[in-house]
């Protein structure tokens, strides 16, 4: 547990940094397999 509100933050600061382009490449990858699963669907009038 932190001991203050301001550790919690830089611990969720610096974890952020840590993980970010891991994190929104994740992202990135998920976004593309809806894209594709959205291409192959019907096609329903907007």
Request: glycine share 4%.
């Amino acid at each position: 547990m932190a001991r203050s509100r301001s550790d919690a933050l830089a611990w969720s600061v610096k974890l952020v940094g840590e993980h970010t382009e891991e994190w929104l490449a994740k992202l990135r990858t998920a976004m593309s397999a809806v894209d594709d699963l959205r291409a192959q669907g019907p096609d329903l009038p907007a």
